[in-house]
Protein backbone atom coordinates (compact mmCIF):
# COMPACT_ATOMS: atom_id res chain seq x y z
CA UNK A 1 0.00 0.00 0.00
CA UNK A 2 3.02 2.15 -0.10
CA UNK A 3 2.97 4.93 -3.06
CA UNK A 4 -0.41 6.52 -1.98
CA UNK A 5 -2.07 8.27 1.08
CA UNK A 6 -4.17 6.11 2.22
CA UNK A 7 -7.42 7.33 5.01
CA UNK A 8 -7.63 6.55 8.81
CA UNK A 9 -10.08 3.54 8.10
CA UNK A 10 -7.42 2.13 5.92
CA UNK A 11 -4.91 2.23 8.46
CA UNK A 12 -7.09 0.78 10.77
CA UNK A 13 -7.17 -2.24 9.26
CA UNK A 14 -3.47 -2.73 10.98
CA UNK A 15 -4.23 -4.66 14.31
CA UNK A 16 -1.24 -3.34 15.98
CA UNK A 17 -1.53 -0.05 14.44
CA UNK A 18 -5.55 0.20 15.38
CA UNK A 19 -4.60 -0.80 19.07
CA UNK A 20 -1.64 1.54 19.30
CA UNK A 21 -3.41 4.19 17.87
CA UNK A 22 -6.52 3.77 20.04
CA UNK A 23 -4.15 3.82 23.46
CA UNK A 24 -2.42 7.34 22.42
CA UNK A 25 -6.00 8.66 22.25
CA UNK A 26 -7.48 7.30 25.26
CA UNK A 27 -4.66 8.27 27.02
CA UNK A 28 -5.08 12.05 25.70
CA UNK A 29 -1.42 11.81 24.25
CA UNK A 30 -3.15 12.45 20.02
CA UNK A 31 -6.61 13.73 19.49
CA UNK A 32 -6.38 13.38 15.55
CA UNK A 33 -4.38 11.55 13.01
CA UNK A 34 -4.00 11.41 9.38
CA UNK A 35 -1.62 10.44 7.01
CA UNK A 36 0.45 13.20 4.96
CA UNK A 37 2.66 11.05 2.60
CA UNK A 38 2.70 7.39 2.28
CA UNK A 39 5.68 7.49 5.32
CA UNK A 40 4.47 10.44 7.80
CA UNK A 41 1.62 10.48 9.97
CA UNK A 42 0.75 13.71 11.56
CA UNK A 43 -0.70 13.29 15.43
CA UNK A 44 -2.23 16.25 16.85
CA UNK A 45 -1.30 16.27 19.95
CA UNK A 46 -3.50 16.47 23.25
CA UNK A 47 -2.30 18.14 26.37
CA UNK A 48 -1.45 14.94 27.93
CA UNK A 49 1.25 14.43 26.00
CA UNK A 50 3.27 17.33 27.50
CA UNK A 51 2.59 15.54 31.16
CA UNK A 52 2.22 12.18 30.91
CA UNK A 53 4.92 9.98 31.83
CA UNK A 54 4.21 7.74 29.48
CA UNK A 55 4.47 9.95 26.57
CA UNK A 56 7.63 9.18 24.42
CA UNK A 57 7.23 5.34 24.99
CA UNK A 58 3.47 5.50 23.75
CA UNK A 59 4.72 7.14 20.69
CA UNK A 60 7.37 4.44 20.17
CA UNK A 61 5.03 1.87 20.07
CA UNK A 62 2.72 3.91 17.84
CA UNK A 63 5.70 4.73 15.48
CA UNK A 64 6.50 0.92 15.10
CA UNK A 65 3.07 0.08 14.92
CA UNK A 66 2.63 2.70 11.39
CA UNK A 67 6.03 2.27 10.41
CA UNK A 68 4.49 -1.66 10.15
CA UNK A 69 1.98 -0.04 7.93
CA UNK A 70 4.75 1.48 5.13
CA UNK A 71 6.52 -2.01 5.10
CA UNK A 72 9.38 -0.40 7.23
CA UNK A 73 10.55 2.38 5.58
CA UNK A 74 13.38 3.95 6.18
CA UNK A 75 11.54 7.54 6.08
CA UNK A 76 8.59 6.76 8.32
CA UNK A 77 7.91 10.01 10.81
CA UNK A 78 5.71 11.17 13.35
CA UNK A 79 4.78 14.25 12.67
CA UNK A 80 3.68 16.15 15.86
CA UNK A 81 1.28 18.97 15.90
CA UNK A 82 0.15 21.30 18.93
CA UNK A 83 -2.46 24.02 18.14
CA UNK A 84 -1.20 25.41 14.48
CA UNK A 85 2.44 24.71 14.81
CA UNK A 86 4.57 21.52 14.82
CA UNK A 87 5.96 21.10 18.10
CA UNK A 88 8.14 17.54 17.60
CA UNK A 89 9.01 14.47 15.63
CA UNK A 90 9.16 11.16 15.93
CA UNK A 91 11.94 9.27 13.47
CA UNK A 92 13.90 5.86 13.60
CA UNK A 93 16.47 8.16 15.84
CA UNK A 94 13.70 8.78 18.20
CA UNK A 95 11.13 11.63 19.95
CA UNK A 96 13.02 14.90 19.62
CA UNK A 97 10.94 17.75 20.18
CA UNK A 98 10.93 21.36 18.98
CA UNK A 99 12.88 24.27 20.22
CA UNK A 100 10.36 27.33 21.52
CA UNK A 101 10.32 30.09 19.46
Do not use: C
Amino acid sequence: MVGRIRSNEQLLTSVGFRRAIEDVQRLGIVIRYRELRPDTLSLELGNAAFTGASTEYNLGRLYLAYRGTTDYSSGGALDLQHGERRVGLYTKSGLSWEAVR
